[in-house]
């Protein structure tokens, strides 16, 4: 009974950030202007997909993108460059 009580108690404390919400920051926001507010550039990726072909009615150009993880304290912000266009989020 020990045992079914601690696995049930561990899986809420584990689900409780399945549905939390992400915080988009304005379109306005740079990576240079979080830097400028005291957030350091903890990472970055780069994601790259290949140019695939479909059948004779569609086909699908490869993408490339570059992502940026930042921090403050216990803040994370997340940066996705994407066709020019760059998306920054909470978490």
């Known amino acids: 009974m020990k045992k079914l009580l601690g696995i049930i108690v561990l899986g809420l404390l584990l689900s409780g950030n399945a549905y939390a919400e992400v915080e988009e920051l304005p379109k306005s926001t740079t990576v240079n202007s979080l ?3 005291g957030y350091k550039l903890f990472s970055t990726e780069s994601v790259a997909t290949p140019v695939t072909f479909g059948d004779d009615d569609r086909s699908y150009a490869g993408s490339f993108e570059t992502i940026y993880h930042l921090t403050k304290d216990k803040e994370v912000v997340t ?3 994407y066709e020019g266009e760059l998306l920054c989020v909470k978490p």
Do not use: T
Request: hydrophobic fraction near 50%.
């Open 79 to 81: 940066c996705v460059l």
């Open 35 to 37: 830097m400028k507010q």
